[in-house]
């Protein structure tokens, strides 16, 4: 069974920043693109950020020069940097793995559970 277990969410003023962290675990033989996803109240999930296995990153306009993606492949895990929080970034962060549980294995997807993220005006 492979599991990501999120970590870093919280309340913070406007302005501040907050770091969110995502690790895997259980038989991954490799890793493809990890990213982030938010979803606001009453709005669906969206990605913010992403970034594949040679590194390369791309983010959503929203969160441009503000957010930074990035990735420890020997910890099977990713980490999403927050500066500039605004009270429009509050949601709930998941975030999802690409993997393969062996070579010739298919392509799956697996997802986090989720964590809070609050910023107050």
């Known amino acids: 069974q492979v599991q990501l277990v999120e970590s870093g969410g919280g309340l913070v003023q406007a302005g501040g920043s907050l770091s969110l962290s995502c690790t895997a675990s259980?038989?991954?033989?490799?890793?493809?693109?990890m990213g982030w996803y938010r979803q606001a109240p009453g709005n669906q999930r969206e990605l913010i950020a992403a970034?594949?296995?040679?590194?390369?990153?791309r983010y959503a306009d929203s969160v441009k020069g503000r957010f930074t993606v990035s990735r420890d492949n020997a910890k099977m895990s990713v980490s999403l940097q927050m500066n500039s929080l605004k009270p429009e970034d509050t949601g709930v962060y998941y975030c999802k793995l690409g993997f393969r549980r062996r070579w010739t294995a298919p392509l799956e997807e697996v997802w986090g559970q989720g964590t809070l993220v609050t910023v107050s005006s």
């Open positions: 970034i594949t296995s040679d590194g390369s990153t």
């Open positions: 259980g038989s991954i033989w490799s890793i493809g693109d």
